[in-house]
Structure formats: C-alpha cells, structure tokens
C-alpha cells in the first residue's frame, strides 16, 4: 500500500495555468500528499492555497537544465523561501560533473542549501545523462554539500527514474539523507518499486492514478 506522504504531487509545465495549479493544489490537499511542486513564479500562491496544512510547498531550482550561475541558483532559492517555499529541488551542473570539477558542483549544492534557511533541499543529479560512476560521485558531492535528498531527474530530459538508479543512490548516500524516484512514475506498479528501490519520495503528475483516486 502506497502511503500518500510518498508523493510531490507536481506540475510543472511550461503552459502550465492558475487554473491547474489551483487543481493540484485542491487535490494535494483532499488527499494530503507530502507536497505541491511547482515552478517558482507559482510559488506564493501555492503556499497560500496550503496555508494551515502540512502539505508542503515545493518549488524548482535551476530548472530543467541546471548550468545557471551559483548566485542565479542562490538567489531563486532565497526568494523562493520568502515566498514561502519549504522544500527547494534544485539541478546540479551536470556538465561541471561530467567534466570532473567536483568542487564546482559542491560549492552550488552547498550555496543552494545556505540560501534554503529551514527548508529541506533536494539535488536533481539527472542520471539519464550519467555514468553509474558519475552518478556515485553525485550523490557523495551532494551529501557533502548538505543536502537533504538526491533527486534522479527532472522529467524534462533523456529519460526518469529507474529502481536500478534508486537502489544505486540509496546504497550511495545510507540511511542519513531522502532518495527522491522522479520523472515517467506513471503507475502503482512502478512506484512500488521505488519505493522497493529505496524511494521514500516520489515525484509525479499521475498521483491520482498511481493512488487509484
């Protein structure tokens, strides 16, 4: 039985409307998911709608692609917090990793969670585009940095999550930080084994679906 806390009941669209923000908003609430994820220009008004809940509100940080300046990253992070959001997901700079300049994807994961204040942060590492290597070395830069969880994707690129990159990032960071399956979850089956995986978070726009509601 999937429990509803596993899931960012997300959208995040580039046609994306008040009108639908208001929807996932109304639904997250009926059926108290963890949280509402959304772009930040959206940001204050989902966590009005969720104001007096403990559905969360979830903004994204460089989004999709992730090779934005540090201080660009810093700064969404910080006015995202203003406008009240409470969990950030942030992209790393995936070509930083590739290219082995470690130092850079630490210090922009570790400046993101500076500006996070209380809120929890969760680092995209995008692993459609990694090596199985690149992906472990993702993961430890992330937990150095201060992260709260690692993330598999953003949805927006070659491909989402897979159990075999879930279990591979759990055994990575242990017990200590979240593991975050996102991007094609569009079933019970294939949350359950995310879940089975190591996922104690799960990013989805089929939520309903998934929950059979």
Same mark, same amino acid.
């Given at each position: 039985m999937l429990n509803s806390k596993l899931f960012d009941h997300t959208l995040l669209k580039a046609d994306a409307?008040? +009108?639908?923000? !208001? $929807?996932?908003? !109304?639904?997250?609430? +009926?059926?108290?998911?963890? /949280?509402?994820?959304? &772009? /930040?220009?959206?940001?204050?008004?989902? +966590?009005?709608?969720?104001? =007096?809940?403990?559905? $969360?509100?979830?903004?994204?940080?460089?989004?999709?692609?992730?090779?934005?300046?540090?201080?660009?990253?810093?700064?969404?992070? $910080?006015?995202a917090v203003e406008d009240g959001a409470q969990e950030i997901d942030m992209v790393i700079n995936v070509g930083a990793l590739k290219e082995g300049s470690d130092s850079v994807v630490f210090e922009d994961i570790k400046a993101v969670k500076a500006a996070c204040g209380e809120a929890h942060l969760k680092v995209i590492i995008e692993t459609c585009l990694l090596t199985e290597e690149e992906k472990v070395r993702a993961c430890k830069l992330s937990k150095e940095a201060g992260? !709260?969880?690692? $993330?598999? /994707?953003?949805?927006?690129?070659?491909?989402? +999550?897979?159990a075999a990159d879930v279990a591979l990032m759990r055994?990575?960071?242990?017990?200590?930080?979240?593991?975050?399956? /996102?991007?094609?979850i569009h079933t019970a089956e294939e949350a359950e084994s995310m879940?089975?995986? =190591?996922? &104690?978070?799960?990013? *989805?726009?089929? *939520?309903?679906a998934i929950m059979g509601r």
């Open positions: 409307t008040t +009108a639908q923000i !208001d $929807k996932i908003c !109304d639904e997250a609430l +009926a059926n108290d998911f963890a /949280s509402v994820c959304c &772009n /930040s220009y959206y940001t204050a008004h989902v +966590a009005e709608k969720l104001k =007096g809940s403990d559905v $969360k509100t979830c903004t994204v940080v460089g989004f999709p692609l992730g090779q934005m300046s540090t201080r660009a990253k810093a700064a969404e992070t $910080k006015i992260a !709260d969880f690692v $993330k598999t /994707s953003t949805g927006f690129s070659t491909g989402g +999550a897979t055994k990575t960071v242990g017990e200590e930080l979240g593991v975050k399956a /996102s991007g094609g879940v089975a995986a =190591g996922a &104690n978070r799960l990013g *989805t726009s089929a *939520t309903l």
